[in-house]
Each structure stands twice: as C-alpha cells, then as structure tokens.
C-alpha cells in the first residue's frame, strides 16, 4: 500500500514571509506613486480643494446644527446646496457691491477724465499745505500732471504690444481663477453631502496608519482652523464694522466700501493699519486733518485691542497653541500657500506642538483624552 501523506495545513515559511514583505513593499511603493500621480493631475486644483476643505471644516458646526434640526433626505441635497449658496453668496456679494459703486461713479470718473485730458489736472490746495517739501511736489505736478495732453501720451505708452499681450495673460488669469472659484465651490458641496462618511473614512485610515495619535492630531488641526476662522475672520470682520462707523461721521468717502476693505485687510496681520491709513490719506487730501488724526488714532486703537487681547484668545484658548507659534503660522503660511495659509498654517503649528508636547510628556490631560 502507498505511504499515508498528511493533508493539514502547509507550514508558515521564512520565504512566506519574505515574500509578504515583498508584496507589501510594492503595495506601499505602488501606493505612493498613485499618490503623487494624483497629487500631480491635481497641481492647479489643490488650492481650490483645500480652500473647500477649510470651509467645510469652519462650518461643520452649523452643518451638524442644521441637520439636526431637519434631518437630510434620501439624496441630502438641500442642506449642501443651501451651505454651499451662502458661500458663494458671502464670495460674491462683496464683488457685485464693488461693481454697483464703480458704476455709479462711472459717469463723474468719465467727465473728470475728459477734462483732465484738455486741460491737466491741478494740483491739489493740500500740497501747498505740506510741512516740508511743497515746492517740489507742486513742481512735479505741474510738470507731469498740471498740463493739457498728459493723458494722451500715458495711453501712446500703454497701448503697446506687450502691454495688450499683459492685457490677455491677465485675462486669462481672471478666467482660471473663476474656474478654481466654481471648482471649490463644487467640491465644498460633495463634502458637505458626503462628510460624516469622509469623516468615518479618514478616521478609519488614520488609526491604521497611526493609531490614537492620528486622530487626536486631526482634532487639533480641525479646531485649530475653527479657531483661525473665529480670531480671523470674525475679528476681522468686526474691525470692518467699527472702523466703518468711525470712516462714516469722518467723513471719509464711501465708508461702506472703506469699511469692507478693512475688514479683509485685518484678517492679515497688519493689514488693517494699510486701509484706515489710506482713509485717512484721503481725508487730508480734502484738507480734513483733524478727522484724518480721529481715523488714524481709532484704527490704531482697535487693531491693538484686537491684535493683543481678542485674537490671541481665540486661537490660543481654542488649540492652546502659544499666540506666537499662532502669528508665525499665518505669517508663514500666507507666504508659502496664499490666503488660504491663513488657516493652513496655524492648523500646521497647532498638530506639530501637539506631536513635540507628546514626545516630551508634557501634553495636557485634555490633550491626551
């Protein structure tokens, strides 16, 4: 009779094991390379995409509000859509507001142009009022700006090849960037649609990939830009608002615009003083320089309480990140990213002081729940 063979199960090998750690060299390998594939179709797209990302992570809040307060339906379309409107609303209603004012004064610009080219433009009685160096400004504009036909030469010099070639680039430039707008915009809706699975699913990767540590590093990065956008955008915001009431009984021209103007300007670290500076500019031109002094000295004023008190308790008391990482966050992620390292950065900041708070055992209880 033929030898019995034994039919278990095959022995775990030292060349099984070999090979999984060959199949999971090139999964990893393979893994990585789609990433960077994709990262690269995606090059003129991310901006846009993290831009969306931001927006989705400062509003979930609301979002969670909203949905709790009337549940979404089968296809959950009317909260993202809603959502998805006011932002596009908040994006374009500060440009339709601008184009509105720039029609109005269509008309007097026009009028003031014509004139100007036949017959120059005068220097303004300000300029006799300077403290030093009158002469020689009033000098300048007569030379350049006092006489008739200034303005025909100034368009002889724009209207040269290159400048119309810059006239298309710009163009362009205006076309793709309303593109990335409505891409951001489309992609700010999927997420709101679909985030609590986005969420699950990054939850479930981050654990594997990294264990509690991911998720607690995710948490500070989300309340990190929550905090970003409350210091930031609501601070800024309400800069705009009382600095626009003190530009309205100044006297400064278009408050309401001047108004706006420095509320996005104090979003950026000492952007503000630029905007109530060039209010106040304009008012010594029209030879107020007492409300000038009112602006200059309110601006300053405001911009300190907000930059030395409000702010810093925001963000820091939201991420418990140091207001100095916070400042070097946004400054350094405005330079590298644009706009939207105003909350790349400090996002960026806060999950690196958690990750060396870690290594160095001195994380917060709250911190390591």
């Given at each position: 009779?033929?030898?019995?063979?034994?039919?278990?199960?095959?022995?775990?090998?030292?060349?099984?094991?070999?090979?999984?750690?060959?199949?999971?060299?090139?999964?990893?390998?393979?893994?990585?390379?789609?990433?960077?594939?994709?990262?690269?179709?995606?090059?003129?797209?991310?901006r846009a995409l993290i831009w969306?990302?931001?927006?989705?992570?400062?509003?979930?809040?609301?979002?969670?509000?909203?949905?709790?307060?009337?549940?979404?339906?089968?296809?959950?379309?009317?909260?993202?859509?809603?959502?998805?409107?006011?932002?596009?609303?908040?994006?374009?209603?500060?440009?339709?507001?601008?184009?509105?004012?720039?029609?109005?004064?269509?008309?007097?610009?026009?009028?003031?142009?014509?004139?100007?080219?036949?017959?120059?433009?005068?220097?303004?009685?300000?300029?006799?009022?300077?403290?030093?160096?009158?002469?020689?400004?009033?000098?300048?504009?007569?030379?350049?700006?006092?006489?008739?036909?200034?303005?025909?030469?100034?368009?002889?010099?724009?209207?040269?090849?290159?400048?119309?070639?810059?006239?298309?680039?710009?163009?362009?430039?205006?076309?793709?960037?309303?593109?990335?707008?409505?891409?951001?915009?489309?992609?700010?809706?999927?997420?709101?649609?679909?985030?609590?699975?986005?969420?699950?699913?990054?939850?479930?990767?981050?654990?594997?990939?990294?264990?509690?540590?991911?998720?607690?590093?995710?948490?500070?990065?989300?309340?990190?830009?929550?905090?970003?956008?409350?210091?930031?955008?609501?601070?800024?915001?309400?800069?705009?608002v009382l600095l626009g009431i003190?530009?309205?009984?100044?006297?400064?021209?278009?408050?309401?615009?001047?108004?706006?103007?420095?509320?996005?300007?104090?979003?950026?670290?000492?952007?503000?003083?630029?905007?109530?500076?060039?209010?106040?500019?304009?008012?010594?031109?029209?030879g107020a320089v007492a409300p000038?002094?009112?602006?200059?000295?309110?601006?300053?004023?405001?911009?300190?309480?907000?930059?030395?008190?409000?702010?810093?308790?925001?963000?820091?008391?939201?991420?418990?990140?140091?207001?100095?990482?916070?400042?070097?966050?946004?400054?350094?992620?405005?330079?590298?990213?644009?706009?939207?390292?105003?909350?790349?950065?400090?996002?960026?900041?806060?999950?690196?002081?958690?990750?060396?708070?870690?290594?160095?055992?001195?994380?917060?209880?709250?911190?390591?729940?």
């Open positions: 009779m033929p030898p019995k063979t034994e039919t278990g199960p095959r022995p775990f090998t030292a060349t099984d094991r070999e090979g999984d750690r060959v199949q999971a060299f090139f999964r990893a390998a393979l893994a990585v390379g789609l990433l960077g594939l994709g990262l690269y179709i995606l090059e003129d797209f991310l969306a990302v931001v927006l989705a992570v400062a509003l979930w809040p609301l979002y969670e509000k909203a949905l709790r307060f009337s549940p979404p339906g089968r296809h959950n379309l009317l909260w993202p859509g809603l959502f998805t409107g006011l932002v596009a609303l908040a994006l374009l209603l500060p440009v339709v507001i601008l184009a509105i004012e720039a029609l109005r004064e269509a008309h007097d610009l026009l009028a003031y142009a014509r004139e100007a080219e036949r017959n120059g433009i005068p220097a303004p009685d300000f300029i006799a009022h300077l403290p030093y160096g009158a002469q020689a400004v009033t000098d300048w504009w007569n030379a350049h700006l006092a006489h008739a036909g200034w303005a025909h030469e100034l368009s002889e010099r724009l209207n040269t090849a290159s400048n119309r070639d810059l006239g298309r680039t710009l163009g362009k430039g205006v076309v793709h960037r309303v593109v990335l707008v409505g891409f951001c915009l489309l992609a700010l809706f999927f997420l709101f649609r679909d985030g609590r699975t986005l969420v699950t699913q990054a939850l479930t990767a981050s654990r594997r990939l990294f264990g509690p540590h991911g998720e607690r590093v995710a948490q500070q990065m989300a309340a990190s830009v929550h905090g970003t956008v409350d210091g930031l955008v609501l601070v800024g915001l309400g800069e705009g003190v530009y309205y009984f100044a006297g400064v021209p278009h408050p309401v615009l001047f108004g706006a103007l420095t509320a996005v300007a104090a979003m950026i670290p000492f952007g503000a003083p630029l905007a109530f500076g060039l209010a106040a500019v304009l008012l010594v031109a029209k000038a002094a009112i602006v200059v000295v309110s601006g300053f004023v405001v911009t300190f309480v907000a930059d030395h008190f409000v702010r810093p308790a925001l963000i820091g008391g939201t991420t418990r990140l140091p207001f100095l990482w916070v400042l070097l966050g946004i400054l350094g992620g405005v330079e590298t990213f644009g706009l939207v390292g105003l909350f790349v950065g400090p996002a960026v900041m806060a999950a690196l002081i958690l990750l060396w708070r870690d290594f160095t055992g001195t994380a917060t209880p709250a911190e390591r729940a």
